[in-house]
């Protein structure tokens, strides 16, 4: 089992910055992917980016130039660096991991980010 804790989140005007944070627990040694979904009022969950543990990184179109993943693995934490926000990216931001064996999917709590314009 793995658990996800989210922090970060919040409010913050157009053109500002947030950064996510999430910590991993449990059986650690067996994530290989990290990322964040995202999921607006009335839309479907949607990738943001992951992370493996090689670090290979992928983007959605709409937050590469704007958002960087990283990852320590020293801490089991992925973080996701968002800068030029928009009010598009009003979302409820999920933590995300998968691992090696059977390719289980776990997610964290979800961390509300709300871009005022």
């Known amino acids: 089992q793995v658990q996800l804790v989210e922090s970060g989140g919040g409010l913050v005007q157009a053109g500002g910055s947030l950064r996510l944070s999430c910590a991993a627990s449990?059986?650690?040694?067996?994530?290989?992917?990290m990322g964040w979904y995202r999921q607006a009022p009335g839309k479907q969950r949607e990738l943001v980016t992951t992370?493996?543990?090689?670090?290979?990184?992928n983007y959605a179109n709409s937050a590469k130039r704007r958002f960087t993943i990283s990852r320590d693995h020293t801490k089991n934490t992925v973080y996701l660096q968002m800068n030029s926000l928009k009010p598009e990216d009003t979302a409820v931001y999920y933590c995300y991991a998968r691992t090696i064996l059977y390719g289980i999917e776990y997610w964290g709590q979800g961390s509300q980010v709300t871009v005022a314009s």
């Open positions: 992370i493996n543990s090689g670090g290979n990184t």
């Open positions: 449990g059986s650690t040694f067996n994530i290989n992917v």
